[in-house]
């Protein structure tokens, strides 16, 4: 029962996403690693992260947050 217990926490813990934003790029600096989105909201994109080559002005994008510290970035996502 212990096990069962525990492993539907941990399966419901999974279920959770994590904190998204979605947007439309205002503005990138790759040398500062600082994304803008149209309405306002900016990210410091991490140094060791990948951001995709097509994030610039006019871009939709989904920014995601790492589960455990929701103000590092953990992916930048280009939408179709």
């Known amino acids: 029962m212990k096990r069962f217990i525990l492993a539907a926490a941990t399966a419901s813990f999974m279920l959770f996403p994590a904190f998204a934003a979605d947007g439309v790029v205002k503005e990138y600096n790759a040398e500062t690693h600082v994304l803008m989105l149209e309405d306002g909201t900016s990210f410091t994109i991490p140094a060791d992260l990948a951001v995709p080559p097509e994030v610039k002005p006019g871009a939709k994008v989904t920014v995601e947050m ?10 930048v996502l280009v939408n179709p």
Do not use: H
């Open 66 to 75: 790492d589960k455990s510290d929701s103000t590092k970035v953990s992916s």
